[in-house]
């Protein structure tokens, strides 16, 4: 796993995925983190995921659809998934893909291990 770019966090409460994306990612960095992060899921897909986007100003459609797919196979496992810590401009570019219609998307990651 690109380790500048992804820390995960195991726990009781849930597993804790930070994510920390440049503006811009090329497409094998791209590929790589994406498998990864998939990888990372399987069968754990029953569990309670949060991706932390604190450290993410910016998400371009790939990313967005990585997260997409991230959804997918945790539901289909009958897990959780959360999202905390979307700065404004973050959450403007989920707003206008509708994508917050998908996703939990909660203030902190407080407030999602809360959940």
């Not at 979307?86 to 959940?115: G, H, Q, W, Y």
């Given at each position: 796993m690109?380790?500048d770019?992804v820390?995960?966090?195991?726990?009781?409460?849930?597993?804790?995925i930070?994510?920390?994306?440049?503006?811009t990612?090329?497409?094998a960095?791209?590929?790589?983190?994406?498998?990864?992060?998939l990888?990372?899921?399987?069968?754990?897909?029953?569990?309670?995921?949060?991706?932390?986007l604190?450290?993410?100003?910016?998400?371009?459609s790939?990313?967005?659809?990585?997260?997409?797919?991230?959804?997918q196979q945790?539901?289909?496992?009958?897990?959780t998934l959360?999202?905390?810590g979307?700065?404004?401009?973050?959450?403007?570019?989920f707003?206008?893909?509708c994508?917050?219609?998908?996703?939990?998307?909660?203030?902190?990651?407080?407030?999602?291990?809360?959940m």
């Amino acid at each position: 796993m690109p380790t500048d770019l992804v820390n995960f966090k195991p726990g009781a409460e849930g597993n804790v995925i930070e994510l920390h994306l440049p503006e811009t990612l090329d497409s094998a960095d791209f590929d790589k983190l994406n498998e990864s992060l998939l990888k990372l899921l399987e069968g754990r897909g029953k569990q309670k995921w949060i991706i932390d986007l604190a450290a993410v100003s910016y998400m371009g459609s790939a990313m967005l659809g990585m997260l997409v797919n991230m959804r997918q196979q945790v539901k289909a496992g009958g897990g959780t998934l959360l999202l905390c810590g979307l700065s404004k401009p973050l959450l403007n570019i989920f707003k206008t893909c509708c994508m917050e219609r998908l996703f939990t998307i909660v203030k902190d990651r407080r407030a999602a291990l809360e959940m």
